[in-house]
């Protein structure tokens, strides 16, 4: 483990300081503060909306380059950097370097820190070898490393102050997601849904490391942490409400990871994330509803139990993971004020649910495309009341083993994957990325072995019968269920997107654009072509009274897996690689951060 330690600046060290005494408090605080990006997903919403309005519709085709800064590592880069005071802290890919840089003398890097992981981790990494970025708070900088190991770094200097293993390498296990601190713990998830793990959700303590509680995702009731108060769709999961979904003991290995994002409600006291796809991806292998993969989840933090749960996808036939965000928001639905959450759903349909009490409202598609289901049952006295109706040409249970279905809307990677979307309390519209993707998809039989992959399905991926563009970018309504606007994208939309107050939203592409659209309109007001395609997330910060924009470049993750990894049989990157083959005309691999201001007046 190498570090370079320099002296760091004086007003964030005030920061740091007082963040430590309070931690919670302090970093709730901080959020407030739009000038600078404290956490991952910008505050505890996961609006990813700033109140900056510098940069607005009016001047935003004057964005020009004001710095830029090489990680020294290839392959994807997602997630985007932190912000704090005179600080930023930027996250590489595997090996996971994180960098601190002291933006006010002149980009100087203060502090960096390169983990020294065993390379074969790489391997089980399902879907290249991306991070979604670091957490802030009681004077730390928490990173979950490819190999699971969460690290705990003193914020002033990259020094260790306490590292804990989270999962299982060589079973599987891996670290992907960016961690969120809450209170005194902080929350990090598993992947490893494509290895058969038995994911879960952790709380770990920010002073010492101790594991808090562990919630898993599928498995008895005292691993899962539910109890007799535990809801979905107001009524009593009951006891056993996992084990009874699973035959024999398939739980043990039966997936449901927990790589998306996490956000919080400090009034209602609830954490809110999502659940995985259940392992195999043969549904023929694992029938019953493999409860409680595919789940957005609302846990207390303070005790991980659950108050209330929603599986979006019973029986999951085509990996449809529900890991994506939880916006939340608070909004007037019939003339009466809602605590919101809204979710875009692997599997096409965009959800609006009550956050406090986990009622379903809205449920519709937000790509017209998606053809497996044709909508959610919204009756509530019905018995099939909030499960999607599966289409039978679309079943590949149905269908069964070794027979290819083919046409199925959206393909394994969604109608969105983690790219997250933004939302703007301005025009009370989400800004959503998305994939405009098709497969065909042939499962087969597949026997477990720990650490090897447990799959058992082969998947081919291409646009919409008669359609050539891969992506939209799209402004949709959570109270109706419909879409406002809709920009085409030739490839998918695998960045993450943000609104701010100047009302613009800002999103990048695959080949390396970032661009600039109005946000009632969705004109395209600028675009800039970065050294490399863009799967980060778009962040906004103000630093010595000026606004800047700032995003990774790097092309990779599961769309740019081909590039990344150098893989060429098109049915490699569990389907990915044919179907954006032609991305490797248009940009090549990378690793910069780009940072955008307004020319001088």
């Known amino acids: 483990m190498r570090k370079l330690l320099y002296a760091t600046s004086l007003g964030a060290m005030a920061v740091f300081a007082a963040g430590a005494a309070t931690a919670n408090d302090e970093l709730h605080k901080m959020t407030q503060n739009p000038k600078d990006w404290v956490m991952p997903t910008g505050d505890y919403t996961n609006q990813r909306y700033s109140k900056l309005n510098q940069i607005n519709a009016s001047n935003v085709g004057k964005l020009q380059v004001a710095w830029t800064f090489s990680t020294g ?66 004077g730390k900088i928490f990173l979950h490393q490819a190999d699971t190991t969460l690290v705990a770094l003193d914020a002033k200097t990259g020094k260790v102050e306490w590292s804990v ?36 959700m952790s709380a770990y303590d920010t002073k010492t490391g101790k594991l808090v509680w562990r919630g898993f995702s599928e498995g008895p009731d005292d691993q899962i942490l539910v109890d007799d108060k535990t809801t979905e769709l107001g009524k009593p999961v009951g006891k056993d409400s996992s084990l009874k979904t699973w035959q024999g003991d398939q739980w043990k290995i039966g997936g449901g990871a927990t790589w998306g994002w996490i956000s919080y409600d400090p009034e209602l006291n609830l954490v809110y994330y999502g659940s995985g796809n259940p392992s195999t991806w043969n549904p023929k292998q694992r029938p019953g509803d493999n409860k409680w993969s595919m789940t957005i989840w609302a846990r207390n933090p ?152 447990y799959v058992g399905a082969t998947l081919s991926m291409y646009p919409p019968p008669g359609e050539t563009n891969m992506g939209n970018f799209i402004a949709w309504d959570g109270k ?8 085409k994208e030739q490839f998918s939309v695998w960045s993450g997107a943000l609104a701010t107050a100047g009302g613009v939203v800002f999103y990048g592409t695959l080949e390396g654009y970032l661009k600039a659209v109005d946000a009632k309109t969705g004109k395209e007001l600028y675009k800039f072509k970065t050294p490399s395609g863009i799967i980060g997330n778009v962040t906004t910060y103000e630093n010595n009274g000026k606004q800047y924009v700032a995003v990774l470049s790097g092309v990779g993750g599961w769309a740019g897996i081909g590039l990344a990894a150098g893989l060429t049989d098109p049915t490699a990157g569990l389907g990915a690689v044919g179907g954006y083959a032609a991305l490797s005309n248009y940009t090549a691999l990378g690793g910069t951060l780009t940072v955008f201001s307004l020319p001088q007046q």
């Open 165 to 200: 293993k989270n999962g299982d390498p060589s079973k599987g296990s891996t670290g992907t997601s960016a961690p969120m601190v809450v209170k005194d713990k902080v929350l990090i998830g598993i992947s490893g849904g494509e290895f058969g793990v038995q994911a879960h």
């Open 480 to 487: 109706t269920g419909k879409i406002v606007w809709s920009n």
């Open 302 to 453: 303070d005790t991980g139990v659950a108050k209330w749960v929603y599986q979006m996808t019973p029986h999951d036939e085509w990996d449809y993971d529900g890991i994506n965000e939880m916006i939340l928001s608070d909004q007037s639905i019939d003339g009466k004020a809602r605590k919101l959450l809204t979710h875009f759903d692997r599997n096409g349909l965009g959800y609006t649910l009550d956050r406090a009490t986990g009622e379903l409202l809205v449920a519709e598609k937000y790509d017209p495309k998606v053809n497996w289901t044709s909508g959610v049952d919204m009756k509530k006295d019905s018995p099939t009341y909030g499960r999607p109706k599966v289409l039978d040409a679309a079943s590949t249970d149905k269908a069964g083993e070794d027979v290819n279905v083919k046409g199925i809307c959206p393909a394994a990677l969604g109608s969105k994957d983690e790219q997250p979307a933004a939302y703007s309390p301005d025009t009370q519209l989400f800004y959503v990325p998305t994939n405009h993707v098709c497969m065909d998809y042939e499962p087969f039989k597949v026997s477990y072995t720990a650490g090897q992959p």
């Open 73 to 138: 590592v290839l392959r994807g880069h997602e997630g985007g950097p932190l912000i704090i005071g005179n600080m930023m802290y930027v996250h590489t890919p595997f090996p996971n370097k994180v960098y601190a840089i002291d933006l006010s003398k002149d980009n100087q890097i203060v502090w960096k820190y390169e983990p020294k992981q065993d390379p074969n981790v790489i391997p089980v990494m399902c879907c290249d070898t991306v991070n979604r970025g670091v957490a802030y708070g009681d």
